[in-house]
């Protein structure tokens, strides 16, 4: 709840976005815990915060990309 910060694109992808809800994406991790605390510190209210893992088939397939 409220506006998302300014500088929230350098930190992480926005992968979607309604009214309430927002999924951002991070490379490293570790990396949801500094974003989490960036955007409490910077007035963002957090409902929920839901961490979701890529399955064992994309962890595959980015794999066999890199290859």
Not at 26 to 55: C, K, M, T, W
Request: charged share 20%.
């Amino acid at each position: 709840e409220g506006p998302l910060p300014p500088g929230l694109e350098r930190r992480a992808d926005i992968v979607g976005q309604s009214d309430h809800s927002i999924i951002i994406q991070v490379d490293e991790e570790g990396r949801s815990n500094e974003l989490l605390q960036y955007l409490l510190q910077n007035g963002v209210f957090v409902h929920a915060f839901n961490e979701i893992l890529p399955s064992l088939n994309e962890i595959f397939i980015r794999q066999v990309k890199s290859a």
